[in-house]
Protein backbone atom coordinates (compact mmCIF):
# COMPACT_ATOMS: atom_id res chain seq x y z
CA UNK A 1 0.00 0.00 0.00
CA UNK A 2 2.78 2.77 1.20
CA UNK A 3 4.60 1.27 -2.24
CA UNK A 4 1.44 2.67 -4.50
CA UNK A 5 0.82 5.65 -2.64
CA UNK A 6 3.63 7.24 -2.85
CA UNK A 7 3.73 5.83 -6.58
CA UNK A 8 0.90 7.22 -7.16
CA UNK A 9 2.23 10.61 -5.97
CA UNK A 10 5.22 10.56 -8.07
CA UNK A 11 3.14 10.23 -11.09
CA UNK A 12 4.32 6.56 -11.77
CA UNK A 13 2.81 3.89 -13.15
CA UNK A 14 1.98 1.09 -11.20
CA UNK A 15 -1.41 -0.85 -11.02
CA UNK A 16 -4.59 -1.78 -12.77
CA UNK A 17 -8.23 -1.91 -11.01
CA UNK A 18 -12.11 -1.74 -11.58
CA UNK A 19 -12.80 1.00 -9.60
CA UNK A 20 -15.67 0.25 -6.51
CA UNK A 21 -18.75 1.69 -6.70
CA UNK A 22 -19.61 3.52 -3.16
CA UNK A 23 -20.51 7.37 -2.84
CA UNK A 24 -18.07 9.57 -0.89
CA UNK A 25 -18.41 11.99 1.80
CA UNK A 26 -15.50 14.60 2.53
CA UNK A 27 -12.91 13.88 5.05
CA UNK A 28 -9.55 13.94 5.72
CA UNK A 29 -6.80 11.12 5.27
CA UNK A 30 -3.48 11.42 6.43
CA UNK A 31 -3.25 15.02 6.12
CA UNK A 32 -5.74 16.05 3.01
CA UNK A 33 -8.83 16.86 2.40
CA UNK A 34 -10.14 14.85 -0.54
CA UNK A 35 -13.68 15.41 -2.42
CA UNK A 36 -14.95 12.97 -4.64
CA UNK A 37 -18.45 12.33 -6.38
CA UNK A 38 -19.28 8.71 -7.80
CA UNK A 39 -20.44 8.44 -11.78
CA UNK A 40 -23.41 6.53 -12.87
CA UNK A 41 -20.61 4.08 -14.06
CA UNK A 42 -18.86 3.52 -10.90
CA UNK A 43 -16.06 5.76 -11.96
CA UNK A 44 -14.24 7.73 -9.09
CA UNK A 45 -14.40 11.41 -10.29
CA UNK A 46 -11.81 14.07 -8.64
CA UNK A 47 -14.00 16.84 -7.49
CA UNK A 48 -12.29 19.67 -5.66
CA UNK A 49 -9.11 18.47 -3.31
CA UNK A 50 -5.32 19.99 -3.01
CA UNK A 51 -4.01 16.60 -4.29
CA UNK A 52 -6.40 17.43 -7.55
CA UNK A 53 -3.08 17.34 -9.87
CA UNK A 54 -2.39 13.98 -8.79
CA UNK A 55 -6.03 12.35 -9.68
CA UNK A 56 -7.46 14.14 -12.64
CA UNK A 57 -5.80 12.59 -15.25
CA UNK A 58 -8.10 11.86 -18.53
CA UNK A 59 -8.59 8.27 -19.34
CA UNK A 60 -6.63 7.23 -22.26
CA UNK A 61 -7.76 4.67 -23.50
CA UNK A 62 -10.12 6.74 -25.81
CA UNK A 63 -6.82 7.46 -27.68
CA UNK A 64 -5.06 3.85 -27.91
CA UNK A 65 -3.81 3.30 -31.62
CA UNK A 66 -5.85 0.45 -33.01
CA UNK A 67 -3.64 -1.94 -34.27
CA UNK A 68 -5.22 -5.05 -33.82
CA UNK A 69 -4.38 -8.16 -36.20
CA UNK A 70 -1.58 -5.68 -38.11
CA UNK A 71 2.07 -6.22 -38.03
CA UNK A 72 3.77 -3.21 -36.38
CA UNK A 73 7.40 -1.34 -36.90
CA UNK A 74 9.29 -0.10 -33.94
CA UNK A 75 7.58 2.77 -33.86
CA UNK A 76 4.28 1.22 -34.00
CA UNK A 77 5.38 -0.43 -31.37
CA UNK A 78 6.34 1.87 -29.14
CA UNK A 79 3.76 3.88 -29.34
CA UNK A 80 1.56 1.49 -28.08
CA UNK A 81 3.68 0.60 -25.54
CA UNK A 82 3.82 4.25 -24.60
CA UNK A 83 -0.03 4.23 -24.43
CA UNK A 84 -0.23 0.83 -22.34
CA UNK A 85 1.95 3.02 -19.61
CA UNK A 86 -0.62 5.74 -19.94
CA UNK A 87 -3.03 3.50 -18.97
CA UNK A 88 -1.68 1.77 -16.46
CA UNK A 89 -1.02 5.71 -15.35
CA UNK A 90 -3.59 6.28 -15.17
CA UNK A 91 -5.43 3.25 -13.50
CA UNK A 92 -2.61 3.49 -10.72
CA UNK A 93 -4.61 6.99 -9.64
CA UNK A 94 -7.93 5.31 -9.22
CA UNK A 95 -6.52 2.61 -7.18
CA UNK A 96 -5.15 5.04 -4.83
CA UNK A 97 -8.51 7.02 -5.31
CA UNK A 98 -10.18 4.12 -4.46
CA UNK A 99 -8.14 3.20 -1.39
CA UNK A 100 -8.25 6.82 0.39
CA UNK A 101 -12.11 6.81 0.42
CA UNK A 102 -12.33 3.48 2.12
CA UNK A 103 -9.77 4.54 4.69
CA UNK A 104 -11.89 7.87 4.53
CA UNK A 105 -14.97 5.71 5.20
CA UNK A 106 -13.54 3.57 7.93
CA UNK A 107 -13.02 6.65 10.00
CA UNK A 108 -16.69 7.78 9.53
CA UNK A 109 -18.05 4.58 10.64
CA UNK A 110 -15.42 4.25 13.69
CA UNK A 111 -16.50 8.50 15.00
CA UNK A 112 -17.61 8.88 18.66
CA UNK A 113 -20.49 10.85 17.22
CA UNK A 114 -21.58 7.98 15.06
CA UNK A 115 -21.28 5.35 17.62
CA UNK A 116 -23.79 7.56 19.78
CA UNK A 117 -26.20 6.56 16.70
CA UNK A 118 -25.28 3.29 15.56
CA UNK A 119 -25.77 0.02 17.36
CA UNK A 120 -22.89 -2.56 17.55
CA UNK A 121 -24.11 -4.81 15.13
CA UNK A 122 -25.21 -2.07 12.88
CA UNK A 123 -20.78 -0.99 13.41
CA UNK A 124 -20.02 -4.52 12.65
CA UNK A 125 -21.72 -4.96 9.46
CA UNK A 126 -20.44 -1.57 7.95
CA UNK A 127 -17.16 -2.15 8.98
CA UNK A 128 -17.40 -6.35 7.43
CA UNK A 129 -18.25 -4.13 3.95
CA UNK A 130 -15.69 -2.19 3.79
CA UNK A 131 -12.84 -4.50 4.96
CA UNK A 132 -14.38 -6.75 2.15
CA UNK A 133 -14.22 -3.76 -0.25
CA UNK A 134 -10.65 -2.93 1.11
CA UNK A 135 -9.63 -6.35 0.63
CA UNK A 136 -10.80 -6.40 -3.32
CA UNK A 137 -9.17 -3.18 -3.73
CA UNK A 138 -5.55 -4.46 -2.90
CA UNK A 139 -6.19 -7.65 -4.28
CA UNK A 140 -6.62 -5.28 -7.89
CA UNK A 141 -3.40 -3.45 -6.56
CA UNK A 142 -1.73 -6.74 -6.84
CA UNK A 143 -3.04 -7.69 -10.35
CA UNK A 144 -2.20 -4.06 -11.42
CA UNK A 145 1.10 -4.73 -10.35
CA UNK A 146 1.73 -7.89 -12.72
CA UNK A 147 0.41 -5.64 -15.54
CA UNK A 148 2.96 -2.87 -15.09
CA UNK A 149 5.78 -5.97 -15.29
CA UNK A 150 4.27 -7.01 -18.15
CA UNK A 151 4.70 -3.85 -19.62
CA UNK A 152 8.06 -3.27 -18.60
CA UNK A 153 8.74 -6.60 -20.12
CA UNK A 154 7.56 -6.21 -23.10
CA UNK A 155 9.40 -2.45 -23.70
CA UNK A 156 12.50 -4.35 -22.24
CA UNK A 157 11.72 -7.21 -25.18
CA UNK A 158 11.23 -4.04 -27.55
CA UNK A 159 14.73 -1.95 -26.64
CA UNK A 160 16.31 -5.44 -27.43
CA UNK A 161 15.02 -5.64 -30.79
CA UNK A 162 15.61 -2.35 -31.78
CA UNK A 163 19.28 -2.91 -30.37
CA UNK A 164 19.62 -6.03 -32.57
CA UNK A 165 18.61 -3.78 -35.32
CA UNK A 166 21.02 -1.18 -34.85
CA UNK A 167 23.14 -3.76 -34.52
CA UNK A 168 22.94 -5.37 -37.13
CA UNK A 169 22.78 -1.69 -39.63
CA UNK A 170 26.24 -1.08 -37.76
CA UNK A 171 27.61 -4.50 -38.59
CA UNK A 172 26.26 -4.21 -42.34
CA UNK A 173 27.53 -0.90 -42.51
CA UNK A 174 31.13 -1.50 -41.21
CA UNK A 175 31.27 -4.92 -43.45
CA UNK A 176 30.22 -2.64 -46.67
CA UNK A 177 33.11 -0.16 -45.39
CA UNK A 178 35.77 -3.29 -44.77
CA UNK A 179 34.42 -5.51 -47.73
CA UNK A 180 36.84 -7.41 -49.75
CA UNK A 181 39.29 -5.93 -52.39
CA UNK A 182 42.98 -6.66 -53.64
CA UNK A 183 44.63 -4.75 -51.06
CA UNK A 184 41.81 -6.07 -48.02
CA UNK A 185 43.19 -8.83 -46.45
CA UNK A 186 41.25 -11.75 -44.39
CA UNK A 187 43.61 -10.74 -41.18
CA UNK A 188 41.65 -7.21 -41.44
CA UNK A 189 38.09 -8.52 -41.63
CA UNK A 190 39.00 -11.26 -39.33
CA UNK A 191 39.80 -8.28 -36.64
CA UNK A 192 36.36 -6.41 -37.76
CA UNK A 193 34.17 -9.73 -36.70
CA UNK A 194 35.90 -10.44 -33.25
CA UNK A 195 34.86 -6.22 -31.96
CA UNK A 196 30.95 -8.22 -32.69
CA UNK A 197 31.28 -9.76 -29.34
CA UNK A 198 27.55 -10.27 -28.73
CA UNK A 199 27.50 -12.30 -31.68
CA UNK A 200 30.63 -14.48 -31.77
CA UNK A 201 30.72 -15.34 -28.32
CA UNK A 202 30.34 -18.95 -27.99
CA UNK A 203 30.96 -21.46 -24.70
CA UNK A 204 28.90 -24.52 -25.04
CA UNK A 205 29.52 -28.46 -24.64
CA UNK A 206 31.76 -30.50 -22.66
CA UNK A 207 34.92 -28.37 -21.31
CA UNK A 208 37.58 -29.39 -24.01
CA UNK A 209 41.28 -30.10 -22.49
CA UNK A 210 43.34 -26.93 -21.70
CA UNK A 211 45.31 -25.29 -24.61
CA UNK A 212 48.83 -25.99 -23.95
CA UNK A 213 49.35 -21.97 -24.67
CA UNK A 214 47.28 -21.22 -21.80
CA UNK A 215 49.60 -23.12 -19.60
CA UNK A 216 52.66 -19.92 -19.90
CA UNK A 217 52.09 -17.81 -17.49
CA UNK A 218 53.38 -17.59 -13.88
CA UNK A 219 50.35 -18.77 -11.49
CA UNK A 220 49.95 -18.63 -8.02
CA UNK A 221 48.99 -21.91 -6.18
CA UNK A 222 49.14 -21.05 -2.41
CA UNK A 223 49.80 -18.79 0.39
CA UNK A 224 53.13 -18.45 2.06
CA UNK A 225 51.84 -18.44 5.25
CA UNK A 226 50.73 -22.02 4.59
CA UNK A 227 53.82 -23.33 3.84
CA UNK A 228 55.89 -24.22 6.87
CA UNK A 229 59.29 -25.89 6.60
CA UNK A 230 58.28 -29.51 7.13
CA UNK A 231 54.98 -28.84 5.71
CA UNK A 232 53.79 -29.82 1.68
CA UNK A 233 50.85 -28.61 -0.15
CA UNK A 234 49.42 -31.17 -2.68
CA UNK A 235 47.36 -29.35 -5.59
CA UNK A 236 46.40 -29.96 -9.28
CA UNK A 237 46.84 -27.85 -12.14
CA UNK A 238 45.97 -28.59 -15.82
CA UNK A 239 44.56 -32.03 -14.65
CA UNK A 240 48.28 -32.63 -13.40
CA UNK A 241 49.17 -33.72 -9.71
CA UNK A 242 51.56 -31.61 -7.89
CA UNK A 243 52.85 -30.57 -4.33
CA UNK A 244 54.76 -28.15 -2.85
CA UNK A 245 57.43 -27.87 -0.44
CA UNK A 246 60.62 -25.69 1.18
CA UNK A 247 63.88 -27.08 0.49
CA UNK A 248 66.99 -26.68 2.68
CA UNK A 249 67.57 -23.12 1.59
CA UNK A 250 64.00 -22.54 2.99
CA UNK A 251 63.10 -21.29 -0.79
CA UNK A 252 59.63 -23.33 -2.47
CA UNK A 253 60.39 -25.75 -4.96
CA UNK A 254 57.37 -28.12 -6.70
CA UNK A 255 57.70 -31.56 -8.12
CA UNK A 256 55.15 -33.95 -9.55
CA UNK A 257 53.15 -35.68 -6.82
CA UNK A 258 54.01 -39.22 -8.42
CA UNK A 259 57.06 -41.37 -7.28
CA UNK A 260 58.89 -42.43 -9.94
CA UNK A 261 59.26 -46.22 -8.03
CA UNK A 262 55.46 -46.95 -8.33
CA UNK A 263 53.74 -44.08 -8.63
CA UNK A 264 52.59 -43.62 -4.75
CA UNK A 265 51.38 -40.13 -4.16
CA UNK A 266 54.20 -38.35 -2.42
CA UNK A 267 52.39 -35.77 -0.63
CA UNK A 268 51.15 -38.56 1.82
CA UNK A 269 54.59 -39.02 2.79
CA UNK A 270 56.49 -36.42 4.99
CA UNK A 271 59.39 -33.45 4.26
CA UNK A 272 62.84 -34.24 6.08
CA UNK A 273 65.14 -31.67 6.01
CA UNK A 274 64.32 -30.11 2.85
CA UNK A 275 63.34 -33.55 0.65
CA UNK A 276 59.81 -35.11 0.57
CA UNK A 277 59.84 -38.70 0.99
CA UNK A 278 57.62 -41.40 -0.43
CA UNK A 279 55.55 -43.17 2.33
CA UNK A 280 55.65 -46.83 0.32
CA UNK A 281 59.55 -46.94 0.03
CA UNK A 282 61.19 -43.74 1.39
CA UNK A 283 62.73 -42.57 -2.02
CA UNK A 284 63.20 -38.48 -0.99
CA UNK A 285 63.31 -36.47 -3.87
CA UNK A 286 64.75 -32.38 -3.49
CA UNK A 287 62.87 -29.03 -5.27
CA UNK A 288 64.48 -30.06 -8.39
CA UNK A 289 62.51 -33.23 -8.40
CA UNK A 290 65.85 -35.11 -8.52
CA UNK A 291 66.20 -38.13 -6.18
CA UNK A 292 68.29 -38.46 -3.52
CA UNK A 293 67.93 -41.27 -1.32
CA UNK A 294 67.02 -44.36 -2.03
CA UNK A 295 66.99 -46.47 1.32
CA UNK A 296 67.77 -50.58 0.63
CA UNK A 297 69.06 -50.35 -2.86
CA UNK A 298 71.55 -48.88 -4.65
CA UNK A 299 71.41 -45.26 -5.27
CA UNK A 300 70.42 -44.81 -9.16
CA UNK A 301 69.78 -41.53 -11.61
CA UNK A 302 66.48 -40.79 -10.95
CA UNK A 303 64.61 -37.99 -11.77
CA UNK A 304 60.96 -36.69 -11.38
CA UNK A 305 59.14 -33.75 -13.29
CA UNK A 306 59.49 -30.40 -11.32
CA UNK A 307 58.60 -26.69 -12.27
CA UNK A 308 60.02 -23.34 -11.62
CA UNK A 309 58.73 -22.18 -8.63
CA UNK A 310 59.19 -18.85 -7.45
CA UNK A 311 57.97 -16.89 -4.00
CA UNK A 312 56.62 -13.35 -4.36
CA UNK A 313 54.40 -10.85 -2.07
CA UNK A 314 53.08 -13.87 -0.18
CA UNK A 315 52.63 -16.23 -2.83
CA UNK A 316 53.86 -18.90 -4.41
CA UNK A 317 53.90 -19.32 -7.81
CA UNK A 318 54.36 -22.04 -10.63
CA UNK A 319 55.28 -21.77 -14.62
CA UNK A 320 53.44 -25.55 -15.37
CA UNK A 321 54.11 -24.72 -19.17
CA UNK A 322 57.00 -25.45 -21.89
CA UNK A 323 57.93 -21.88 -22.95
CA UNK A 324 60.48 -20.31 -21.24
CA UNK A 325 59.23 -18.40 -18.08
CA UNK A 326 58.78 -14.89 -17.92
CA UNK A 327 61.25 -12.96 -16.20
CA UNK A 328 58.83 -11.05 -14.19
CA UNK A 329 55.51 -11.77 -11.71
CA UNK A 330 52.65 -9.69 -12.02
CA UNK A 331 51.87 -7.95 -8.57
CA UNK A 332 49.02 -8.92 -6.73
CA UNK A 333 49.87 -7.16 -3.50
CA UNK A 334 46.94 -4.53 -1.98
CA UNK A 335 47.21 -0.45 -2.15
CA UNK A 336 49.11 1.07 -0.12
CA UNK A 337 47.49 1.56 3.19
CA UNK A 338 45.62 -1.45 3.32
CA UNK A 339 46.43 -4.48 5.22
CA UNK A 340 45.78 -8.31 4.96
CA UNK A 341 43.26 -10.17 7.49
CA UNK A 342 42.17 -12.88 5.72
CA UNK A 343 44.06 -15.89 3.44
CA UNK A 344 41.66 -18.12 2.24
CA UNK A 345 41.67 -21.86 0.15
CA UNK A 346 38.96 -23.48 -1.27
CA UNK A 347 38.61 -26.13 -3.68
CA UNK A 348 35.50 -25.71 -5.88
CA UNK A 349 33.80 -28.03 -8.24
CA UNK A 350 33.40 -25.54 -12.08
CA UNK A 351 35.50 -24.95 -14.38
CA UNK A 352 38.07 -22.37 -13.83
CA UNK A 353 36.64 -19.86 -16.95
CA UNK A 354 32.71 -20.05 -15.35
CA UNK A 355 34.35 -18.93 -12.10
CA UNK A 356 35.84 -16.38 -13.91
CA UNK A 357 32.79 -15.06 -15.20
CA UNK A 358 31.16 -14.81 -12.23
CA UNK A 359 33.69 -12.94 -10.39
CA UNK A 360 34.20 -10.43 -13.37
CA UNK A 361 30.12 -9.84 -12.96
CA UNK A 362 28.35 -7.53 -10.45
CA UNK A 363 24.81 -7.00 -11.61
CA UNK A 364 23.94 -10.68 -10.29
CA UNK A 365 24.37 -9.27 -6.58
CA UNK A 366 21.27 -7.78 -5.65
CA UNK A 367 19.73 -10.66 -6.79
CA UNK A 368 21.93 -13.31 -5.63
CA UNK A 369 23.62 -12.12 -2.84
CA UNK A 370 20.57 -10.99 -1.04
CA UNK A 371 21.62 -12.75 2.35
CA UNK A 372 25.27 -11.82 2.08
CA UNK A 373 27.24 -8.25 1.48
CA UNK A 374 24.67 -7.19 -0.93
CA UNK A 375 21.33 -7.59 1.46
CA UNK A 376 19.47 -4.56 0.96
CA UNK A 377 21.12 -3.86 -2.18
CA UNK A 378 18.38 -1.35 -4.62
CA UNK A 379 18.44 -2.31 -8.39
CA UNK A 380 19.25 0.25 -10.37
CA UNK A 381 17.72 0.85 -13.66
CA UNK A 382 21.02 0.10 -15.17
CA UNK A 383 24.43 -1.09 -14.20
CA UNK A 384 27.16 -0.52 -16.51
CA UNK A 385 31.04 -1.37 -15.97
CA UNK A 386 32.85 1.48 -17.70
CA UNK A 387 36.70 0.59 -19.34
CA UNK A 388 39.01 2.73 -21.06
CA UNK A 389 39.63 1.26 -24.95
CA UNK A 390 42.75 -1.15 -24.24
CA UNK A 391 42.50 -2.42 -20.59
CA UNK A 392 40.90 -5.37 -18.70
CA UNK A 393 40.18 -2.82 -15.89
CA UNK A 394 37.21 -0.28 -15.28
CA UNK A 395 34.84 0.63 -12.87
CA UNK A 396 30.95 -0.15 -11.96
CA UNK A 397 28.00 2.15 -12.37
CA UNK A 398 26.48 2.99 -9.87
CA UNK A 399 28.28 0.82 -7.64
CA UNK A 400 31.25 2.43 -5.93
CA UNK A 401 33.95 -0.88 -7.12
CA UNK A 402 36.91 -0.88 -9.23
CA UNK A 403 37.42 -3.96 -10.89
CA UNK A 404 40.38 -5.42 -12.72
CA UNK A 405 40.97 -8.84 -14.52
CA UNK A 406 44.72 -9.59 -14.20
CA UNK A 407 46.00 -12.49 -16.18
CA UNK A 408 46.12 -15.31 -16.73
CA UNK A 409 43.04 -16.16 -13.78
CA UNK A 410 43.10 -13.05 -11.19
CA UNK A 411 40.60 -10.83 -9.98
CA UNK A 412 41.39 -7.97 -7.90
CA UNK A 413 38.41 -5.40 -6.77
CA UNK A 414 38.81 -2.61 -4.29
CA UNK A 415 34.95 -1.90 -2.91
CA UNK A 416 33.83 1.46 -1.16
CA UNK A 417 32.13 0.65 2.34
CA UNK A 418 30.79 2.38 5.28
CA UNK A 419 29.36 -0.48 6.79
CA UNK A 420 29.63 -4.11 6.59
CA UNK A 421 27.85 -5.51 3.49
CA UNK A 422 26.66 -1.27 2.96
CA UNK A 423 27.75 0.68 -0.03
CA UNK A 424 28.85 4.49 0.37
CA UNK A 425 28.94 6.80 -2.86
CA UNK A 426 29.19 6.43 -6.24
CA UNK A 427 32.95 5.59 -6.56
CA UNK A 428 35.01 3.82 -5.01
CA UNK A 429 37.48 7.51 -4.61
CA UNK A 430 34.44 8.97 -2.64
CA UNK A 431 34.27 6.64 -0.15
CA UNK A 432 36.72 6.50 3.24
CA UNK A 433 36.54 3.20 4.21
CA UNK A 434 37.15 0.16 1.38
CA UNK A 435 37.50 -3.61 1.19
CA UNK A 436 40.26 -4.93 -0.96
CA UNK A 437 39.79 -8.70 -2.70
CA UNK A 438 42.08 -11.16 -4.42
CA UNK A 439 40.44 -13.86 -6.33
CA UNK A 440 42.84 -15.87 -7.63
CA UNK A 441 40.86 -19.29 -10.13
CA UNK A 442 43.77 -21.92 -10.66
CA UNK A 443 42.58 -24.31 -13.77
CA UNK A 444 42.96 -27.90 -11.68
CA UNK A 445 41.17 -29.75 -14.24
CA UNK A 446 38.44 -29.16 -16.57
CA UNK A 447 35.66 -29.16 -13.94
CA UNK A 448 37.29 -27.92 -10.84
CA UNK A 449 39.09 -24.76 -9.71
CA UNK A 450 41.53 -24.04 -6.58
CA UNK A 451 40.29 -20.77 -5.40
CA UNK A 452 42.48 -18.57 -3.49
CA UNK A 453 40.55 -15.81 -1.56
CA UNK A 454 42.52 -12.78 0.07
CA UNK A 455 40.97 -9.88 1.84
CA UNK A 456 42.23 -6.67 2.76
CA UNK A 457 40.63 -3.55 4.59
CA UNK A 458 42.13 0.15 5.24
CA UNK A 459 40.56 0.74 8.21
CA UNK A 460 39.96 -1.63 11.95
CA UNK A 461 43.46 -3.17 11.55
CA UNK A 462 42.42 -4.63 15.45
CA UNK A 463 40.35 -7.11 13.76
CA UNK A 464 43.70 -8.59 12.67
CA UNK A 465 44.55 -9.55 16.06
CA UNK A 466 40.75 -11.15 17.37
CA UNK A 467 41.37 -14.52 17.98
CA UNK A 468 39.80 -17.04 15.79
CA UNK A 469 38.56 -13.91 13.44
CA UNK A 470 40.21 -15.86 10.59
CA UNK A 471 37.35 -18.25 10.73
CA UNK A 472 34.63 -15.92 11.04
CA UNK A 473 36.34 -14.12 7.55
CA UNK A 474 36.00 -18.17 6.09
CA UNK A 475 32.46 -18.61 7.19
CA UNK A 476 31.14 -15.34 5.79
CA UNK A 477 33.37 -15.91 2.51
CA UNK A 478 31.67 -19.96 1.80
CA UNK A 479 28.05 -17.77 2.20
CA UNK A 480 28.56 -15.57 -0.27
CA UNK A 481 30.66 -18.44 -2.74
CA UNK A 482 27.63 -20.73 -1.83
CA UNK A 483 25.16 -18.09 -3.42
CA UNK A 484 27.09 -18.45 -6.50
CA UNK A 485 27.64 -21.99 -6.70
CA UNK A 486 24.57 -23.25 -6.95
CA UNK A 487 24.24 -20.94 -10.20
CA UNK A 488 27.17 -21.52 -11.43
CA UNK A 489 27.12 -25.04 -10.95
CA UNK A 490 23.62 -25.43 -13.30
CA UNK A 491 25.00 -23.33 -15.68
CA UNK A 492 27.85 -25.60 -16.05
CA UNK A 493 25.44 -28.95 -16.29
CA UNK A 494 23.42 -26.59 -18.74
CA UNK A 495 27.03 -25.58 -20.92
CA UNK A 496 27.87 -29.97 -20.72
CA UNK A 497 24.70 -30.61 -22.37
CA UNK A 498 25.16 -28.05 -25.41
CA UNK A 499 23.99 -24.99 -23.62
CA UNK A 500 25.67 -21.39 -24.94
CA UNK A 501 26.60 -19.96 -21.45
CA UNK A 502 27.14 -16.48 -23.38
CA UNK A 503 24.35 -16.43 -25.82
CA UNK A 504 23.33 -12.73 -25.02
CA UNK A 505 25.76 -10.48 -23.71
CA UNK A 506 24.49 -7.11 -22.31
CA UNK A 507 26.24 -3.86 -21.54
CA UNK A 508 27.42 -4.73 -18.12
CA UNK A 509 29.27 -8.39 -19.29
CA UNK A 510 32.09 -6.13 -20.58
CA UNK A 511 34.61 -7.08 -18.75
CA UNK A 512 33.64 -11.00 -18.99
CA UNK A 513 33.55 -10.62 -22.44
CA UNK A 514 36.99 -9.17 -22.34
CA UNK A 515 37.96 -12.21 -20.29
CA UNK A 516 36.80 -14.21 -23.29
CA UNK A 517 38.53 -12.63 -25.67
CA UNK A 518 41.77 -12.38 -24.46
CA UNK A 519 41.03 -16.03 -23.07
CA UNK A 520 40.47 -17.12 -26.87
CA UNK A 521 43.43 -14.92 -28.74
CA UNK A 522 45.57 -17.19 -26.05
CA UNK A 523 44.76 -20.25 -27.18
CA UNK A 524 45.24 -19.10 -31.33
CA UNK A 525 48.41 -18.18 -30.63
CA UNK A 526 47.78 -14.39 -31.60
CA UNK A 527 50.91 -12.15 -31.01
CA UNK A 528 49.24 -9.14 -29.93
CA UNK A 529 46.77 -10.08 -27.16
CA UNK A 530 43.62 -8.05 -27.45
CA UNK A 531 42.95 -5.23 -24.58
CA UNK A 532 46.49 -5.35 -23.42
CA UNK A 533 47.73 -1.74 -22.21
Known amino acids: MTTVASAGALSLPISLCKSSKFNSKKGIIGGFRVFAVVGEEGGLVAKKSVLGTIFDVEDPRSKVPQCKGKFLDANQALEVARFDIQYCDWRARQDVLTIMHLHEKVVEVLNPLAREIKSIGTLKTELAGLQEELAQAHTQVHISEARVETALDKLAYMEELVNDRLLQDRNTAEANLLSPSPSTSSTSLDAVNKKLTGKTLSVSGPVQPYHPRLKNFWYPVAFSTDLKDDTMIPLECFEEPWVVFRGK ?285
Request: charge should be neutral; charged fraction near 20%.
Open 249 to 533: DGKPGCVQNTCAHRACPLDLGSVNEGRIQCPYHGWEYSTDGKCEKMPSTRLVNVKIKSLPCFEQEGLIWIWPGNDPPAATLPSLQPPSGFCVHAEIVMELPVEHGLLLDNLLDLAHAPFTHTSTFAKGWAVPSLVKFLTPASGLQGYWDPYPIDMEFRPPCMVLSTIGISKPGKLEGQSAKQCATHLHQLHVCLPSSRQKTRLLYRMSLDFAPVLKHIPFMQYLWRHFAEQVLNEDLRLVLGQQERMINGANIWNRPVVYDKLGVRYRLWRDAVEQGEKQLPFSK
